[in-house]
């Protein structure tokens, strides 16, 4: 009786503080890029909009921020990353399964900068229903089909198709299929239309190139959140998932 009261106190006690404090005292999701458990496909605008430049500084923010990632085929915490460029048309120039490394990922980035075409016109909607593709063909045969998935874009201009082409509708639906969106929208070129291009992603998600951390948003406020992904009213204190005896 006496343990059975001293359990009740202890419980009301612990569930008044926190109730009076609000949150936990153990970090929740912490932002550790090398742990990320994620399908990316990185979105480029490569038309003539994008002159040699611009492609070489986008393709320095995509290295910064896969840096000290985890880029591997391998079962476990790892990250696949597959390259879509568009500009009229979109080509899905690496899937998911094409890089076994970190630093094969962010050479080829630099080759794929150094490659712009010739198109003087970029369509939002085929380089994500491109990507969307990719995400996709990824899960084949279940494969990693309980990974978080997530496209990140970088655009020089937005512009429609019509109706049967609008690239808000079709990021409403990828989104709705559980697929984040993250926009990076190159001012110099989107100014006016980078309020648009914010519609497009993921609640918190939209950032330009002029930001001043703009590595650090899109690696914290991006990809370590949809990384974050417990089931509401619960908290993640571990990322040793792996471990029988790890907390959860």
Known sequence: MRISLLSSIFLVCFGSLRLAYGQNIDPECACNMSNLWLDVVVVIDNSKNMDHDGLNMVAAIIATVFAQSNISQA?????????????????????????????????????????????????????????????????????????RQAIILYASDYRTQGQDKDPEQLAQNIKANGIDIITVGLKQSIDDDLAKLAKLATPGMAFSNT??????????????????????????????????????
Do not use: H
């Open 75 to 147: 079962l476990g915490q790892t990250t696949r990353v597959g390259i879509v460029t568009y500009g009229q048309t979109a080509v899905t120039k690496y899937n998911l399964t094409a890089f076994d490394d970190t630093n094969t990922f962010i050479n080829t980035i630099f080759d794929v900068a150094n490659k712009p075409i010739t198109d003087t016109t970029s369509y939002i909607y085929t380089g994500l229903y491109a990507a969307r593709d990719a995400l996709y063909d990824g899960r084949m045969n279940g494969k990693r089909d309980n990974v």
């Open 211 to 248: 930001d001043t951390d703009l590595v650090g948003e899109i690696q914290r406020n991006g990809l370590c959140q949809i990384n974050c992904f417990c089931p509401n009213g619960w908290t993640q204190y571990t990322s040793q998932f792996g471990l029988a005896s790890a907390r959860r």
